[in-house]
């Protein structure tokens, strides 16, 4: 059974940093042919895909979030994680990590709403949010 758990500062200040780490049980992050992404879900609000590292280590953004945001993984804990800089209030949300077993459709047409049946196992979610 693989597992997700995201982990992470549950405030963080506006221009500042955030970084957020996923820990996967039960299976490898570099098992072929699966992508682990962060999704968010603001208040009130959609689910909201923010981008993927791939079994490979190649990684996609969503283009709204491109210049801010960088993952990376650390194959030796079985750990990925999110980084996303210069974080406003708009930033406050669910953060969740998830594992789907192939490029995620939605990221591959613009504007394309997400589809949570894609992911095959998620995160239980964090909270985080971003204020003074």
């Known amino acids: 059974q693989v597992q997700l758990q995201e982990s992470g500062p549950g405030l963080v200040k506006p221009s500042q940093t955030l970084s957020l780490t996923c820990t996967v049980s039960g299976g490898s992050i570099t098992s072929n042919y699966y992508y682990w992404s962060w999704i968010r879900q603001p208040p009130g609000k959609g689910l909201e895909w923010i981008g993927y590292i791939a079994y490979s280590g190649a990684t996609d953004y969503s283009p709204s979030l491109k210049s801010r945001t960088s993952m990376s993984r650390d194959t030796s804990k079985n750990q990925f994680t999110l980084q996303l800089t210069s974080v406003t209030p708009e930033v406050t949300a669910v953060y969740y990590c998830?594992?789907?077993?192939?490029?995620?459709?939605?990221?591959?047409?613009?504007?394309?709403?997400?589809?949570?049946?894609?992911?095959?196992?998620w995160g239980q979610g964090t909270q985080v949010t971003v204020s003074s």
């Open positions: 998830a594992r789907s077993q192939r490029v995620p459709l939605h990221t591959l047409v613009v504007d394309a709403p997400l589809n949570p049946s894609e992911y095959d196992y």
